[in-house]
């Protein structure tokens, strides 16, 4: 039996465990067959929710791009950059009050955090801004204006 002779049932059901870059990179050049299921949103609808990329999100619009959301991720993730100062100041812009912030070590242990240091303001507020370009993380104009979907942003600081 040959690889064509399968239905295409089962060839979706083995790419939907290929890895995202792999279907991209090398599946979508085997043959018009596989470019087609890789190419459906089917397809990476049932990887999204295979990873539980879309849990929280509840109906989704008619026009989902299920592509973009299972390559980006943009639900249920921090959109900060560097939320705690592991990079320096990377990605940050300081509004400085008071005598500015500095990047310090935690004060306490937090084992699901991905870093255990923070930013820290001195006596006074002090500010500072990142910019979170939403279409670049993965969201589209049409799902902003007519879902809203929530936005997870947070960084990591201590006062004093």
Request: include cysteine; charge should be neutral.
């Given at each position: 039996m ?7 049932d ?6 939907s465990?290929?890895p995202e870059?792999s ?14 299921i890789v190419?459906?949103?089917?397809l990476?609808?049932l ?8 849990n929280?999100?509840?109906?989704f619009p008619?026009?989902?791009?299920w592509?973009?959301v299972c ?13 705690c100062g592991?990079?320096?100041f990377r990605?940050w812009k300081?509004i ?9 070590n935690?004060r306490?242990?937090?084992?699901e955090?991905?870093?255990q240091k923070?930013?820290a303001?001195?006596?006074?507020w002090?500010?500072?801004e ?6 670049k993380e993965g969201?589209?104009?049409?799902l902003?204006d007519?879902y ?11 006062i004093?």
């Amino acid at each position: 039996m040959l690889l064509s002779d399968l239905p295409d049932d089962l060839h979706f059901l083995v790419l939907s465990y290929v890895p995202e870059d792999s279907l991209l990179r090398h599946c979508r050049l085997v043959c018009h067959r596989w470019k087609e299921i890789v190419d459906s949103q089917a397809l990476w609808k049932l990887k999204c929710l295979r990873a539980g990329i879309v849990n929280n999100i509840g109906n989704f619009p008619v026009r989902f791009d299920w592509r973009r959301v299972c390559l980006k991720k943009p639900f249920d993730r921090n959109l900060i950059k560097n939320p705690c100062g592991e990079h320096g100041f990377r990605n940050w812009k300081r509004i400085n009050g008071g005598d500015g912030w500095t990047i310090e070590n935690s004060r306490d242990v937090i084992p699901e955090a991905n870093s255990q240091k923070c930013f820290a303001s001195s006596y006074e507020w002090c500010l500072k801004e990142q910019i979170v370009d939403l279409i670049k993380e993965g969201l589209w104009e049409e799902l902003l204006d007519c879902y809203q979907p929530d936005i997870f942003v947070f960084d990591c600081f201590r006062i004093g």
